[in-house]
């Protein structure tokens, strides 16, 4: 049974409907990409599962969301707490303004232990000393002692990441990572992260808008775009054989070694915004295949050779 | 942190010359002569001379600055022409007033101005924040006179339970330390709660949330602790202002201050006084900022960093 089953939720915040059926399942100790570019709902549906939603005005119309076998739409918020940080971890996106800034680093780690496992102020500092070595950050000491503000981008992410770890938890949400930080770490920070994450057999939702990354990290993969998945499979596969365009697209658009100057291009357009999808198929206006049973008939996510995909026309 | 406090104690040094030089200045370009309230109708020009030259005040103004501040500097800040008493006499007489009535008024807001905006930020557009926020709008409305009339009308005419005016005894502070503290709960309460608002908003805070923090902890752990730096900035200000700027309410309790030495003197241009008691306002002005900073630099690191 999957750890985690996101069954067809749909979102809206105000009147705009942000997500429309997303449905996936991540298994225990799997690692899951979710991609898609800016304002696909990757970091909405990262909310959703940390049942925060509420707190950025957002409302979850349909489907459920069953953790560890139990609904979560609808759990008190007391109970979500107990989830959040001990079951279910965040690593957020911008590190720099993810710690708060008058408070010790050390104590901020020590905070997630204390609270969720009942550790004494010794053992939390014990344990998150521990952590912060094993984020290979040389001087544990020194660092528990700094405040936010004398460490680096970098620096900072491994905190976050030591914090998300702090509670042993079965769940790890990590919604773009790397986005904020130099390209010269963002590697290394994702290959650290993985390599902590299949140590300690946990299951990890790695939100990324970097098919590399996907490649590099992942075993299976979500495609959103505008608010609903294009395709889901297994990396091997989708990167062998695409049943959608637009993850044909976004795996055309990888940079490869010795490739000509200049013939690396973008996807053609932009996502539509959230006030005028067009009817049917969501990717329609930007897809080169695209017919009138596109622009009118909305495409079932169907089983394909492997995997599911969204589209009427890719070979079976 | 010594060194800290030590740097922003010597940059207090140009500032207070600075200072000193206004409130000398100033007394000199109010129009009306000291001489023609101490001399006798009908005296004559030499008599007024004598007077003047008995008080240095024949002398170039910059020579009077000079003795005034060296005098000053050792502790004398000359006789009073009016009170015939030396100036340092009436301030060690009135300051200790003006204390007692500023600290606990200081006190007051801080703790009722804190307690009452965390409220109103924790309940946001509840009852308890419209409540609370429409209070505070009439407090910081309604002038601290007038206010004063109104609790001494109610609490020591009607009921009885404190003294209507003066300051023999500790229960006719009550009055005025309300009266006083009352406009700074006002404020303290509007800075606390916009401060917590906006803090509500940043990133770590939804990071906390996701680290399953329970929401009291979070507002009163961390909120709050940011929402304190604005607030420490305004109570230092407001330091120097209670110190002298309560004289209406303590004109309205018929109590001695510093404010009320200020404003006897000036009308009757008493010079030494006048300069005297705003040279004990500047250096609580002064003093107040300093302590505003230093406190700054202990709750926030960042600030410390910038220092180094």
Redesign the interface.
């Known amino acids: 049974m999957a750890l985690l089953s996101v069954k067809d939720i749909s979102v809206t915040i105000g009147k705009l409907n942000l997500l429309d059926g997303v449905a996936f399942d991540i298994g225990a100790g799997e690692i899951l990409g979710l991609v898609g570019e800016s304002g696909s709902g990757k970091s909405l549906t990262a909310m959703c599962v940390?049942g925060?939603l509420p707190?950025i005005g957002g409302r979850i119309t349909e489907g459920s969301i069953i953790f560890d076998g139990r609904e979560m739409i609808g759990l008190p918020e007391v109970e979500l707490?107990?989830?959040?940080?001990?079951r279910i971890?965040?690593i957020?996106q911008?590190p720099m303004?993810?710690?708060?800034?008058?408070?010790r680093i050390g104590a901020q780690i020590d905070?997630?232990s204390t609270?969720?496992l009942g550790l004494s102020a010794e053992a939390a500092k014990a344990r998150s000393l521990d952590l912060i070595a094993q984020l290979r950050i040389p001087e544990p000491e020194a660092i528990h002692g700094a405040?936010p503000?004398?460490l680096s981008g970098g620096m900072k992410q491994r905190i976050?990441i030591a914090?998300a770890l702090a509670a042993d938890p079965d769940l790890i949400v990590a919604d773009e990572p790397t986005t904020a930080l130099d390209v010269t770490i963002q590697a290394q920070i994702i290959q650290i992260m993985v390599e902590l994450v299949r140590d300690r057999g946990l299951a990890l939702m790695l939100i990324t808008h970097d098919m590399g990354v996907v490649a590099q990290a992942c075993d299976r993969v979500v495609v959103l775009y505008a608010g609903r998945v294009a395709e889901t499979n297994t990396v091997e596969a989708i990167f062998a054989e695409p049943h959608h365009p637009y993850t044909r697209e976004l795996i055309r658009c990888i940079p490869r070694l010795g490739q000509a100057p200049g013939s690396l291009k973008g996807i053609p357009g932009a996502v539509p915004s959230v006030v005028d999808y067009p009817a049917g198929c969501r990717f329609n206006s930007r897809c080169g295949a695209a017919e009138d049973l596109c622009r009118n008939t909305v495409p079932a996510l169907e089983r394909k050779t492997s995997g599911l995909a969204a589209c009427h026309f890719s070979e079976v | 942190m010594i060194s800290f406090f030590i740097k922003r104690l010597l940059l207090l040094i140009p500032v207070f010359l600075a200072v000193s030089m206004v409130i000398f200045m100033i007394v000199h370009l109010v129009p009306g002569d000291p001489i023609d309230n101490l001399v006798q109708i009908n005296s004559t020009p030499e008599q007024k001379a004598a007077l003047a030259a008995k008080y240095g005040l024949d002398k170039p103004l910059y020579q009077q600055y000079a003795i005034w501040l060296g005098k000053a500097l050792s502790g004398d800040l000359g006789d009073a022409i009016i009170l015939r008493r030396p100036v340092v006499d009436l301030i060690a007489l009135n300051l200790p007033h003006s204390l007692a009535l500023g600290a606990l008024a200081l006190a007051f807001s801080t703790v009722v101005g804190i307690g009452a905006g965390a409220l109103a930020a924790i309940y946001k557009d509840s009852l308890i924040d419209r409540t609370t926020m429409t209070l505070i709008l009439l407090g910081s409305t309604v002038p601290g006179f007038w206010l004063g009339l109104l609790l001494i009308m109610l609490f020591a005419v009607q009921l009885g339970w404190f003294p209507v005016s003066g300051a023999r005894s500790w229960d006719a502070l009550v009055l005025p330390v309300l009266t006083v503290g009352l406009g700074g709960v006002a404020l303290v309460a509007r800075v606390t709660r916009v401060a917590m608002m906006e803090t509500a908003r940043k990133d770590f805070v939804m990071m906390l949330h996701a680290k399953g923090v329970p929401p009291w902890q979070i507002e009163l752990r961390h909120v709050l602790r940011h929402a304190l730096l604005p607030v420490v900035t305004i109570l230092s200000l407001r330091i120097g202002w209670i110190l002298g700027g309560a004289v209406t309410v303590e004109f309205v309790f018929a109590r001695p201050g510093l404010g009320s030495l200020l404003i006897t003197s000036l009308n009757q241009r008493d010079y030494p006084v006048v300069q005297g008691s705003l040279l004990m306002l500047a250096i609580a002005v002064m003093l107040g900022t300093l302590l505003g900073d230093v406190v700054q630099a202990a709750m926030d690191p960042r600030v410390r960093e910038r220092i180094k």
Do not use: C, F
């Open positions: 940390m925060l707190r707490r107990h989830l959040r940080g001990k971890a965040l957020s911008n303004t993810s710690l708060d800034p008058i408070i905070q997630v609270l969720h405040y503000h004398q976050v914090m």
